[in-house]
């Protein structure tokens, strides 16, 4: 069965100051990793997509990255905009249509 | 460019009744998809489809139906409601199945 962990639950910062989130997953081969942020209220708003480990996107204050194991969303010199809760999620080779997502990190940026 | 849109955004039921969400999107979108969001929970995909006229069961489709009849739309249905299906009712769709899907802002459901 796919697993996604993402730590920690909830991660405080100060503006300014650099962090990373985790994900880390168990899929029966990936066909593909997803990165999403939803702020209170609103669905899901998608980030990025990494398909292979060693590959990594970047996006303004944010950068993923993916090993075989785990992926992980550096967010460099935050700002209180940047609060949000991240959702990681995995499609498994064979599966043309199941995302198996994680609980998610909540993200507070304090100015 | 509306993106997708789901109506209504917030819907209170006594138990036993009925109801319909509407998923709307203006990509031109293949892929649909209804999923379901709880405290404490990851996104749990209901039911999908793969293009006009197709539907199928996703991870916890008990309870639901929905349609498809037109390409840009997605119907869910709850025949007759029950506290457990209180949760926050997302639609998403995607180009293809290993393209990103794109969600909705939700519709609110509370089911007395």
């Known amino acids: 069965e796919d697993q996604v962990t993402q730590s920690p639950e909830a991660l405080r910062l100060q503006e300014g100051e650099s962090s990373s989130l985790n994900c880390s997953y168990t899929v029966s081969g990936l066909r593909g990793l997803f990165w999403y942020r939803q702020d209170p209220g609103k669905g899901p708003e998608f980030l990025f997509t990494l398909y292979s480990a060693g590959e990594e996107k970047e996006k303004e204050r944010l950068k993923a990255t993916l090993t075989k194991k785990e992926s992980f969303l550096h967010i460099t010199a935050p700002k209180p905009e940047d609060s949000a809760t991240y959702l990681c999620?995995?499609?498994?080779?064979?599966?043309?249509?199941?995302?198996?997502f994680g609980k998610g990190t909540l993200l507070t940026v304090n100015p | 460019n509306a993106g997708v849109t789901q109506t209504p955004k917030f819907r209170v039921l006594k138990t036993g009744q009925s109801m319909t969400l509407l998923c709307a999107q203006d990509?031109?979108?293949?892929?649909m998809y209804w999923y379901r969001q709880d405290p404490g929970m990851g996104l749990r995909l209901i039911h999908y489809s793969v293009g006009e006229g197709t539907t199928a069961k996703g991870e916890v489709p008990d309870g639901y139906n929905v349609s498809r009849l037109k390409k840009q739309n997605f119907l869910l249905g709850l025949e007759s409601a029950a506290p457990s299906q209180t949760s926050v009712y997302f639609c998403?769709?995607?180009?293809?199945?290993?393209?990103?899907?794109?969600f909705g802002d939700g519709t609110r459901l509370s089911i007395l």
């Open positions: 999620a995995v499609q498994a080779r064979g599966s043309n249509y199941k995302l198996t």
């Open positions: 998403a769709s995607s180009y293809h199945t290993n393209q990103p899907q794109h």
């Open positions: 990509m031109n979108h293949e892929y």
